[in-house]
């Protein structure tokens, strides 16, 4: 399940459900607005399959790496959000869910940054 934060924007939830993503957003359609870090994180453990993509960069670090879900810092401006997190789903490294099971990842227009427990790399668009 792809899950947006609820710090991106409508539009940007929109252009990409125009792109046929599957979604859920916290405080539209999952949840209530203003969920505090660990409350999302209890959610994700209690979802199917769970990838978030936030704008928070609190989401990136290796201590919030685990086996039940992927979570997808977008360092972008707000309105290239739906741009890189349709992107990075796009991208060979990312496209099933398996494939980004366990990573805390960095999205930003320079590249791409993946944490697991215990390894960091850098990947090119």
């Known amino acids: 399940m792809i899950i947006l934060d609820e710090n991106i924007f409508a539009d940007q939830r929109e252009l990409l459900q125009k792109r046929r993503i599957s979604l859920r957003q916290i405080g539209v359609d ?40 992927c979570l997808v810092w977008l360092k972008v401006k707000p309105l290239q959000v739906a741009s890189f997190a349709w992107r990075s789903l796009r991208h060979p490294r990312f496209r099933s869910w398996n494939s980004r099971l366990g990573k805390v990842i960095r999205v930003s227009p320079k590249g791409i940054t993946v944490l697991e427990k215990n390894k960091r790399q850098s990947l090119a668009w």
Do not use: M, W
């Open 30 to 69: 999952l949840e209530k607005k203003g969920l505090g870090d660990d409350q999302i994180i209890s959610l994700l453990h209690r979802v199917a399959r769970p990838t978030l993509f936030t704008r928070d960069s609190d989401y990136f670090g290796h201590n919030l790496c685990h086996d039940g879900y």
